[in-house]
């Protein structure tokens, strides 16, 4: 993670407005040697740790004849399978792929989902803050830290490029960028390299702002109009985590194929 905006926390914004308090930056309840730990790092630990649990739970008890979750599981694994086998055009690199893609959204989803559940942003200790008492949570939703976002877009910028360079070959994958055969194609491969370095952007601040958003959304929901409001907002959240996992995956599938595909082709 991008420990420097961890020094974000002591300039946090607040918006304060009899007992609500609206936190932009994730707050630090300890330290590892002089790294900050967040409770949205610990969130992100939490549920890394319960998705492997549930992972090794499903690898253990699937059968050769399967029950009706097993056959959700594989209906649904298979068809993501088939999704990417027909965007890349290819089972051979649907199968390179995959993994990544699908760890991807299964990480953000769950780390969406988990930021709903009860307990996160109630369940913590109380610290003295601005000369009164304030709640310290352990959990914290951990999409609405900037800094696990842009971890997440760092990934797969990375996972884009170097799709291309493997598949294409430095040079070529180079030449997409950087070319004289004309004025105009130089300035076109300069325009694209922009666009390449504004993913990490694009990719972070889209879900940071989505997840924060729903997550502001509910506090406020909570605060002035009590167990009625917040239900269909909530629902519409777990609808919203779900989109956003997915659009995050499917746009990083849909830039490795853009990256493995010749200008020639392209054009």
């Known amino acids: 993670m991008i420990s420097t905006a961890y020094a974000a926390t002591a300039a946090t914004e607040e918006v304060v407005k009899e007992g ?35 992972a090794f ?12 979750g097993q056959v959700l599981v594989e209906t649904v694994i298979g068809g993501a399978y088939d999704y990417m086998a027909e965007t890349l055009e290819s089972r051979e690199l649907a199968r390179k792929f995959f993994p990544v893609i699908m760890t991807i959204f299964i990480f953000i989803l769950s780390l969406n989902w988990v930021g709903l559940l009860p307990g996160v942003d109630s369940i913590g200790i109380y610290a003295e803050h601005g000369g009164h008492e304030t709640l310290v949570p352990f959990l914290h ?3 609405t830290d900037l800094n ?27 030449g997409k960028f950087v070319t ?8 076109i491969g300069i325009i694209e390299l922009i666009g390449e370095i504004a993913r990490l952007i694009s990719f972070s601040f889209r879900l940071f702002g989505n997840i924060f958003a729903g997550k502001t959304l509910l506090v406020v929901a909570i605060f002035f109009i009590p167990f009625v409001m917040p239900v269909p907002i ?7 985590g779900f989109i956003q996992a997915l659009v995050f995956s ?14 020639s082709d392209a054009h």
């Open 141 to 143: 939703p951990a999409n």
């Open 148 to 174: 696990i976002t842009i971890a997440f877009a760092i990934v797969a910028v990375l996972t884009i490029e170097a799709a291309g360079i493997m598949l294409l070959g430095f040079l070529k994958y180079g």
């Open 57 to 68: 739970y499903f690898r253990k008890s699937f059968k050769t004849l399967p029950s009706k």
């Open 20 to 54: 609500l308090s609206i936190h932009i930056a994730p707050t630090i309840i300890g330290h590892i040697g002089s790294m900050p730990l967040t409770n949205t790092i610990v969130t992100a630990w939490f549920v890394l740790l319960l998705v492997l649990g549930i």
């Open 250 to 263: 499917v746009l990083t599938l849909v830039f490795i194929k853009l990256a493995i595909t010749e200008h």
């Open 234 to 240: 909530l629902a519409f959240e777990v609808f919203v």
């Open 180 to 187: 004289f055969k004309s004025p105009l194609a130089f300035v």
